[in-house]
């Protein structure tokens, strides 16, 4: 009898102990996010944010009175989720546990722009040329700079924007240097920025949206590679460079020309000039070697359908691996094209004709193919069992 009195005395302990821990309170303050939010000093309080509501007039000052964060900078703003408010309560050491939250999910903080006020103003009447390109200039160094510090400081990074006249007037009439701010990674392509500064009318700020890229690596001089060289793999590298600074127009560099976007196109190649240090290779400043010289005695080779003939003649111009030079035979009464492959070595292609129909059976009639004169030379077939003989090249050009 005695053990029922005691759980029913401990039965009745434990709900009265819920109905503590379940009970509302009544005294909780209620703080209500609101939508939007204009901070009047230099700090954003609770009060600033929120609508808080209680039954202690004093709790509620002092809750109103709560330093949350600074204040964004005039004519920006920020966004301040509902839980955000909650943790920066819960680190200032305030029981959020006590208080009711609700409202807005999030609440836009900041000042609108200052209007500027025209009649106090003194701005150009109209934007000349010369206006027009400095504030240009200015507004890319400063989207440069910002690139530079906050995506990667050795990039040559391109920009492109519009700005209207009216900003261009703003600007003209800045009386601090340009800043920006905004963007995202990775940096490429459109980017939404803010171009901040200070008129004599007060701070203003200008959404601008950039389209941010970079150029395509290109060859570039590692270090100075003289007149005549050979361009070997230690002296060029794949680079960055920025259109306005790559020295491309510059009269010391490549002397125009388009540049060369792979080291396979560059490797091997003759120097037509010295190239300094970090400038760019053209097509204007290097050339394939030359490998027949005129007055060189060249082997000529003559294709035709199945059979390959092998002279000698005398080249009467200079040419490089792939050019077409005109070449004579040694008495000098024959010339003919020819296309150069190697040191010292042309070859002429005969139209896709059949050696059997004019008798060749063996290396002694192979003089008997026709090669015009003056030709130019065109692929001809896969030989598999290549015949040579060399023959004197008037039979070749014959």
């Given at each position: 009898?005695g053990k029922v ?5 401990f039965?009745c302990?434990i ?5 503590v ?5 009544t005294d909780a303050s209620?703080i209500v996010?609101l939508?939007?939010?204009r901070?009047k000093?230099?700090i954003?309080?609770?009060?600033d944010?929120a609508e808080v509501r209680?039954?202690?007039s004093?709790e ?8 949350l964060m ?6 920006t703003?920020?966004f301040l989720r509902l839980q955000?408010?909650r ?19 999030q609440?836009?903080?900041g ?13 150009p ?21 910002h690139?530079?510090e906050?995506?990667?400081p ?6 492109a ?6 900003q261009?007037r703003?600007?003209?009439d800045?009386?601090t240097p340009?800043?920006?701010i905004?963007?995202q ?6 980017q939404?920025?803010?171009?901040r ?5 007060g701070?203003?700020?200008?959404p ?9 690596p290109i060859v ?6 003289p007149r ?5 793999a230690?002296?060029?590298?794949l680079r960055r460079?920025?259109?306005n ?7 010391s560099?490549t002397?125009?020309g388009?540049?060369f976007?792979?080291?396979d196109?560059v490797l091997g190649?003759e120097t037509?000039?010295?190239?300094p240090?970090?400038d760019?290779?053209?097509?204007q400043a290097v ?5 027949v ?5 060249v082997?000529?080779t003559?294709?035709?359908s ?10 009467r111009?200079?040419g490089s691996?792939?050019?077409l ?7 000098g ?8 492959v190697g040191l ?5 292609f005969a139209h896709g004709?059949?050696?059997s129909a004019?008798g060749i059976d ?5 003089d008997r ?16 069992d290549e015949l040579?003989?060399?023959q004197?090249?008037?039979?070749i050009?014959r």
């Amino acid at each position: 009898m005695g053990k029922v009195k005691t759980l029913d005395a401990f039965r009745c302990f434990i709900g009265l102990a819920l109905g503590v821990i379940w009970l509302p309170a009544t005294d909780a303050s209620e703080i209500v996010l609101l939508a939007n939010s204009r901070p009047k000093g230099s700090i954003v309080r609770l009060g600033d944010v929120a609508e808080v509501r209680g039954i202690d007039s004093s709790e509620v000052r002092r809750l109103q009175s709560l330093p949350l964060m600074p204040a964004p900078a005039p004519g920006t703003y920020q966004f301040l989720r509902l839980q955000q408010v909650r943790e920066l309560l819960e680190a200032r050491g305030e029981d959020v546990m006590a208080h009711h939250f609700n409202g807005a999910t999030q609440v836009r903080i900041g000042t609108d722009v200052p209007v500027p006020n025209l009649a106090r103003r003194t701005l150009p009447k109209k934007i000349t040329t010369s206006i027009r390109i400095q504030v240009r200039e200015e507004v890319h160094k400063a989207i440069v700079d910002h690139l530079h510090e906050n995506a990667s400081p050795n990039e040559p990074w391109q920009v492109a924007f519009e700005l209207t006249d009216a900003q261009l007037r703003q600007l003209a009439d800045a009386t601090t240097p340009i800043a920006v701010i905004g963007g995202q990674s990775p940096w490429n392509g459109l980017q939404n920025l803010t171009i901040r500064s200070t008129t004599p009318a007060g701070l203003i700020s200008i959404p601008l949206v950039a389209n941010v890229s970079l150029p395509e690596p290109i060859v570039v001089a590692i270090h100075t590679i003289p007149r005549g060289a050979v361009v070997r793999a230690d002296d060029v590298a794949l680079r960055r460079v920025a259109g306005n600074s790559n020295r491309l127009d510059s009269k010391s560099n490549t002397h125009g020309g388009r540049p060369f976007m792979r080291l396979d196109q560059v490797l091997g190649a003759e120097t037509k000039r010295a190239i300094p240090a970090g400038d760019v290779l053209t097509q204007q400043a290097v050339q394939q070697p030359v490998v027949v010289k005129r007055g060189d005695t060249v082997t000529i080779t003559a294709r035709a359908s199945g059979v390959t003939v092998r002279s000698y003649a005398r080249a009467r111009e200079s040419g490089s691996r792939g050019d077409l030079i005109v070449v004579e035979s040694l008495e000098g009464r024959e010339s003919i094209a020819a296309r150069v492959v190697g040191l010292r070595q042309v070859e002429v292609f005969a139209h896709g004709v059949d050696a059997s129909a004019y008798g060749i059976d063996s290396p002694a009639g192979m003089d008997r193919i026709p090669i015009q004169k003056n030709q130019t030379p065109r692929p001809g077939p896969v030989l598999d069992d290549e015949l040579v003989a060399k023959q004197p090249v008037a039979g070749i050009l014959r």
